[in-house]
């Protein structure tokens, strides 16, 4: 999905608005900047200002109560399993399907990138569902593994699952286009000079691509905490068992125990933040790098 | 050994196909990993609805509480897309042309919907806009309308979530617009607004509407932020996701597959028409340079 790639931004506004031909009146710059940013403060700032106002709202002491309660703490466990597993597999997978789909040619190239995006364009609900199906006790596999005693659906690996599911195409997504336009020259040198496969990946593809692929794990990885929806369906919500922190907030909210689903939602909110600066972050060294390759 | 300049060593540089490894790997690794993790489970969708008679399905899918769903779904997923064309357009365009106090921040901070889960901003909108919340306490007392637990409610939830899409996909090709394209407007007497509408706005209006089906899909599967805030009324405010879930939970399997059957046929019908749309926006921005 293009609205997530890495950009790289280059400010030119100070050259916009010294040439004549392309500005604007003064009054029509400032009118235009202040709705955008009444409706910025009123989407943006506002709801993220209010989880923290209402997480303290009763005080520190309220505050790490909530947190430090046994079914928070387990939810926020499980969350950073679900990410820890699926994050490194959807990196693996990344990895694999951006080398196969930027280094060579093949039929059916731009389908396959097509059934990648699958996930993002697919309601999370939907994403629940077909696990539910395939695994839920009427569902294809479901009755070999209740006789094996083993629970998919409703216990931790479907949520596992979901989660794989839901961030499948994040790394893939921002690897493919940087390693097409960066092309195979220098693999195919390192490749020719006696390097095998590994060492070429290695050495050679790897510090290409390393922003990029910071940037889809950082992202993978906020979603994978986040994701609410297919979590939802696939959970059983069993309290201290199968609760994600998402889960554990709406439990807890529809408790009306607003403090303690806002003080787990600041933890989110947090995650979202950290994100969002080491994107930036992340940003700006690829700016810097580019800069430097071009001089 | 042969030598440097034989035909056969020189055929083998030539065809570069075979000089890079993991070929085999690679794809055989995607394709597995890809059947396992998405086609093989969303097959279970449409193997599961084949189960029911078409007229079964059909009454499934259209009964009055589902179908009110899909108006809301659908009707406040195409306003909160339009919401976020304009305001995503406005925004963009400070981000690229305007320079002022706090604009790196602001920029940054455009991604939020992204990565602030759901469940976080459904509460927050709703705590925000409740009768008894900072800004819905002003709009009923001012306006009269009630906005948390009704559709109004969806409608806004959709637009927070939305939001980065438009800004997102206008703000690049606005960045990598012709200066000299405006010049010569300029020059050949034209005024900033016939400027804008005729010459940049063209340019735009691809991306523009990439963004607006980004933002349109991503509202119609929505679910977590909406649930919160939408009161969830049968025939009222309840969305499609919802009736999947409520069916679920009275244990109504084939219920639930049909209404996903619905909602995959639009996702598929939506990835299409993105994916034209992202072809075209290449091919006229390629055009422009």
């Not at chain 1, 959807?90 to 389908?111: C, D, P, Q, T």
């Not at chain 1, 979603?223 to 998402?246: D, L, Y």
């Not at chain 2, 790196?104 to 939020?112: Q, R």
């Not at chain 2, 009736?243 to 996702?267: C, F, H, N, P, W």
């Amino acid at each position: 999905m293009a609205a997530t790639a890495l950009h790289l931004h280059s400010d030119l506004a100070g050259r916009y608005e010294s040439n004549p031909a392309t500005r604007e009146s003064a009054w029509v710059k400032w009118t235009v900047i202040g709705v955008s940013l009444t409706f910025f403060a009123l989407f943006i700032l506002l709801p993220l200002f209010i989880v923290f106002y209402e997480a303290l709202r009763k005080g520190w002491e309220a505050y790490l109560v909530a947190l430090v309660e046994p079914d928070a703490l387990s939810s926020i466990k499980l969350t950073l399993l679900a990410a820890a597993i699926s994050v490194p597999l959807n990196l693996v997978f990344g990895i694999a399907a951006a080398w196969a789909i930027a280094k060579f040619e093949f039929r059916g190239k731009s389908f396959l990138i097509t059934l990648i995006d699958l996930p993002f364009s697919i309601s999370p609900v939907v994403a629940g569902l077909i696990y539910v199906l395939v695994f839920g006790r009427t569902g294809w596999l479901g009755p070999w593994f209740i006789e094996n005693d083993m629970r998919i659906v409703f216990a931790v690996p479907g949520i596992i699952l979901a989660t794989i599911f839901v961030t499948f195409p994040f790394i893939a997504r921002e690897l493919i286009p940087l390693m097409e336009a960066q092309g195979r020259d220098e693999e195919e040198a390192s490749t020719v000079l006696g390097a095998s496969g590994w060492q070429t990946f290695w050495y050679v593809t790897l510090p290409n691509i390393k922003w990029a692929l910071l940037y889809g794990v950082i992202l993978c990885n906020a979603r994978a905490m986040g994701e609410f929806g297919a979590v939802s369906v696939v959970s059983g919500h069993i309290r201290g068992e199968t609760n994600t922190m998402p889960l554990h907030i709406e439990i807890v909210y529809n408790e009306y125990k607003f403090s303690a689903a806002f003080a787990v939602a600041s933890l989110l909110a947090i995650l979202a933040l950290v994100t969002l600066v080491l994107k930036t972050f992340i940003e700006w060294r690829a700016t810097q790098t580019l800069k430097r390759s071009k001089t | 050994m042969p030598a440097f300049d034989s035909p056969q060593r020189k055929g083998r540089f030539m065809s570069s196909h075979n000089a890079l490894p993991g070929f085999r790997l690679s794809l055989g690794y995607t394709l597995t990993w890809l059947s396992l993790i998405v086609l093989i489970p969303l097959s279970a969708v449409f193997v599961k609805t084949m189960e029911l008679s078409f007229e079964q399905f059909w009454a499934i899918v259209t009964t009055p509480r589902v179908v009110a769903s899909y108006q809301l779904t659908f009707g406040a997923s195409l306003a909160a897309a339009t919401i976020n064309a304009v305001f995503g357009l406005l925004l963009a365009w400070c981000l690229v042309r305007y320079s002022f106090p706090g604009k790196k921040i602001v920029d940054s901070l455009i991604d939020l919907p992204f990565a602030l889960p759901t469940a976080v901003a459904g509460i927050a909108l709703t705590a925000l806009w409740a009768g008894n919340g900072w800004v819905g306490s002003i709009v009923e007392s001012q306006f009269g309308i009630k906005v948390a637990f009704t559709p109004w409610g969806v409608l806004l939830a959709l637009v927070f979530i939305g939001l980065p899409f438009v800004v997102r996909t206008v703000q690049p090709v606005l960045e990598d617009l012709d200066f000299e394209l405006e010049e010569a407007a300029s020059s050949l007497g034209a005024n900033r607004w016939q400027t804008i509408r005729r010459v940049i706005f063209p340019t735009l209006l691809p991306a523009l509407l990439t963004g607006f089906a980004l933002a349109f899909a991503r509202a119609v599967g929505e679910y977590g932020s909406v649930i919160f805030i939408a009161g969830n009324m049968p025939m009222v405010s309840e969305i499609t996701p919802l009736m999947i879930i409520t069916k679920l939970e009275q244990y109504d399997y084939r219920g639930a597959t049909a209404i996903a059957t619905v909602m995959l046929i639009v996702s598929f019908v939506m990835l299409i028409t993105i994916n034209s749309l992202q072809a075209w926006t290449a091919k006229r921005n390629g055009k422009i340079k």
